[in-house]
């Protein structure tokens, strides 16, 4: 099946969409609802690119017949510029194309909850998360994305042992992703007496979060408990139990194994809705582990590993002697370190992206 033809189907499919979700008992169940909506927008954002490659061969089409058909020289001389002008365009327009009718990652629209942990390394793991959760602080302000807090555990000398928060924005996951695993940090320590290089690591998760219906919890079971909130914040965030830990037994429906689940949330000095971001991250981490099989069959495919959320994976060296930046999983290598750790890691985003579509691209023999 060609091009043309695949996008045939798809505005027979775009139609059939349209008008189911305006079918009342459609709109009554939320779940498949929220399903067909997601896939008009994704279907209207591939007839866009579609509809600009199909009219750019139906000029070439045209042009070509005046070309071959034309006595005037004159209309022959501008039917070649145009067919010089739109071979040029194709190949690009058809590349979108085919990247636009590769299936979407149902996941890539979702915000997420993101943590970071310290690894090896003591104190200066710590710091080095410290420094990564600025790097993404950073970024999230030239994307435009949104960031809360909703726990954290500082380190001895600074930085932070663990901290997860809450990102929310456009495309959130489907840019965040690439960022799963352990990262690793080579640097003399400030700690350090005698200069001497040390290696040490954190691990990233970025976790997309879990619609309501996506997930079934009793929420009969779980097992609240409220606390006193520790830190800055004035006496009411002492004084009143606005901290809220929920435990919760959960059994993997994959293996059958049964664990408890933990989560505390300190976010705002409002009990109910630290209940409410609780409920919220214990739905994400169930949505996460429920689908590590799908994540795992991913991984067993693609040799890139660029989005398989493998948190065991070293992903990416941060080398401050030669102020040197290496993604592992593409061998992409960049030499501004300073600016990388203020921000501006869209050129790796970028690079990842193109090397995750690439493969996508040989998968589906487009």
């Given at each position: 099946?060609?091009?043309?033809e ?43 690119s ?13 042009a ?25 365009q ?18 890539d ?23 990564l ?18 726990s ?42 005698q ?15 879990a ?6 919890i ?16 004035g ?13 919760y ?46 994540i ?19 992903i ?20 501004n ?13 970028d ?16």
């Amino acid at each position: 099946m060609n091009i043309l033809e695949k996008i045939e189907g798809l505005e027979g499919k775009f139609q059939e969409i349209n008008l189911l979700l305006t079918d009342p008992a459609v709109i009554a169940d939320q779940a498949r609802y929220v399903r067909l909506n997601r896939e008009y927008h994704d279907l209207e954002r591939v007839l866009v690119s579609a509809g600009k490659y199909k009219q750019a061969v139906q000029q070439l089409a045209s042009a070509k017949e005046v070309f071959f058909h034309e006595s005037d020289p004159e209309m022959k001389e501008l039917a070649r510029e145009e067919i010089d002008t739109l071979e040029a365009q194709l190949p690009a327009l058809e590349e979108d194309v085919k990247l636009q009718l590769l299936p979407q990652d149902p996941e890539d629209g979702k915000n997420v909850v993101m943590e970071i942990r310290s690894g090896t390394g003591g104190d200066e793991a710590a710091l080095f998360a410290g420094d990564l959760f600025r790097m993404y602080t950073k970024y999230f302000e030239l994307k435009g994305f949104k960031y809360t807090v909703s726990s954290f555990s500082e380190g001895a000398v600074g930085g932070y042992k663990e901290i997860i928060f809450n990102v929310t924005g456009q495309n959130v996951y489907g840019t965040l992703k690439y960022e799963s695993g352990v990262h690793r940090v080579q640097r003399v320590p400030a700690t350090e007496t005698q200069g001497r290089l040390h290696t040490s690591a954190a691990t990233v998760a970025v976790l997309p979060e879990a619609d309501e219906f996506e997930v079934h919890i009793n929420e009969g079971e779980i097992k609240w408990e409220t606390f006193r909130s520790g830190g800055a914040g004035g006496q009411n965030v002492n004084k009143v139990e606005s901290g809220v830990r929920l435990r919760y037994m959960w059994k993997n429906p994959n293996t059958g194994e049964v664990q408890e689940i933990l989560i505390e949330c300190t976010e705002t000095r409002d009990q109910p809705k630290n209940k409410e971001r609780a409920l919220a991250r214990l739905r994400t981490q169930i949505y996460d582990k429920e689908h590590q099989k799908y994540i795992d069959d991913i991984a067993s495919r693609r040799k890139t590993m660029v989005s398989t959320g493998d948190r065991s994976a070293k992903i990416r060296t941060y080398n401050y002697p030669q102020g040197r930046i290496t993604d592992h999983r593409i061998g992409y290598t960049v030499y501004n370190l300073a600016a990388f750790m203020d921000g501006d890691i869209q050129g790796v985003i970028d690079a990842l992206t193109v090397a995750e579509n690439a493969e996508r691209l040989k998968e589906a023999n487009l």
